[in-house]
Each structure stands twice: as C-alpha cells, then as structure tokens.
C-alpha cells in the first residue's frame, strides 16, 4: 500500500523543485548562474524536504533526522575540515 500516489509523488517533487528555485541560497547561484547549477541547486534542496516528508508520512521521523544530521556533520565536515 503506497503513501502517497505516483502521480501525486511526481506533482509534489515538482512543486517542490519550482519552489526551491526561489529560496536557493544566492551565493551558491551568484558563483555560477547558469540554468544547470540553478536546477542541481533546486533539487539537492527538494529532495531532503520530500524524503522528510515521506518519513514523516511512514512514521520514521526520529531516524530520518538522526540520519539527515550525521550525513550533514560528515559532509560539512569533509568540505571545510
């Protein structure tokens, strides 16, 4: 039994995407504006918010965010560490 429909996965992840063009974070966009890095920028912000989403909607919340938070302390970490 899905959560949520395929359909309404693929109008969500959507909205989101669009939505996120307009919150991405200007420094990542002002370094390189083209159409390419606006998009990767759109989706590495939507992706997290609809995998939250789906943990959230499944019951997995507590090891969504335990999850999200070390591969975010490993990431950063890797990058200015």
């Given at each position: 039994?899905?959560?949520?429909?395929?359909?309404?996965?693929?109008?969500?992840?959507?909205?989101?995407?669009?939505?996120?063009?307009?919150?991405?974070?200007r420094?990542?966009?002002?370094?390189?504006?083209?159409?390419?890095?606006?998009?990767?920028?759109?989706?590495?912000?939507?992706?997290?918010?609809?995998?939250g989403?789906?943990?959230?909607?499944?019951?997995?919340?507590?090891?969504?965010?335990?999850?999200?938070a070390?591969?975010?302390?490993?990431?950063?970490?890797?990058?200015?560490?």
């Amino acid at each position: 039994m899905s959560i949520i429909s395929a359909p309404r996965l693929w109008l969500l992840t959507a909205a989101l995407c669009t939505a996120s063009l307009g919150v991405a974070p200007r420094e990542a966009m002002a370094q390189d504006p083209s159409q390419e890095n606006r998009i990767a920028t759109a989706v590495q912000i939507a992706l997290p918010l609809l995998a939250g989403y789906c943990a959230v909607k499944q019951g997995r919340a507590k090891d969504f965010v335990a999850g999200f938070a070390v591969e975010t302390v490993a990431v950063q970490g890797l990058k200015y560490g």
